[in-house]
């Protein structure tokens, strides 16, 4: 579980994980003297309307968001379509990538490493697609991250590797409606 090498069941890809060292390096040499804004996903793919969510934004003193796929400012009255799945990346930094503010890069991708649980976003301005980095594994064209295997996790003993719909006993409780009305035919009033 610890020497393995793990792959994206979505993309195939090998996963990939960086310190945050890295990730500067890195988007020095990708971005240089690019603006791009820095995001942390809080939201993927969930219904709601999100109002309590942007309200607690605006306390902590974020300005932008990013909501499916467009860059929108925190007001007091917004809201979402609660019946719609949304994404929501609250924009940690804007900024032009180069030597002179790596300081502030740096800090900017550590407290969007924070609100993003471990992952966060980076696009370049007027592009669609983010790239993604992440300190635990993690695929790096979809952003879909994966905890650090354990030997637990591969055990169907333990509640972490053990299927969730049957609980590790390969077996699932279900009713067999033949067996308990045998004749549909049958009617209570027969």
């Known amino acids: 579980a610890r020497v393995g090498t793990a792959y994206s069941y979505s993309s195939g890809k090998k996963m990939v994980r960086f310190t945050d060292n890295q990730i500067v390096e890195l988007l020095i040499k990708d971005f240089d003297n690019k603006a791009i804004n820095i995001l942390a996903p809080i939201i993927r793919s969930r219904k709601g309307h999100y109002a309590e969510l942007f309200h607690q934004l605006a306390k902590k003193g974020y300005l932008k ?23 929501i990346e609250v924009v940690i930094d804007r900024l032009i990538v180069s030597d002179k503010n790596e300081s502030r890069l740096l800090s900017s991708l550590q407290l969007a490493m924070n609100d993003g649980e471990g992952v966060m976003m980076v696009i370049e301005k007027n592009a669609k697609k983010p790239r993604y980095f992440s300190r635990s594994l993690m695929c790096p064209t979809t952003g879909i991250a994966y905890k650090n295997p354990e030997p637990n996790s591969f055990s169907f003993n333990s509640p972490k590797g053990a299927c969730k719909s049957c609980n590790g006993l390969g077996k699932f409780k279900k009713v067999d409606v033949d067996k308990i009305i045998p004749n549909k035919n049958l009617s209570i009033n027969n």
């Open 65 to 87: 968001v990013r909501v499916d796929g467009e860059i929108i400012d925190i007001k007091p009255s917004l809201k979402l379509d609660r019946y719609k799945t949304h994404d």
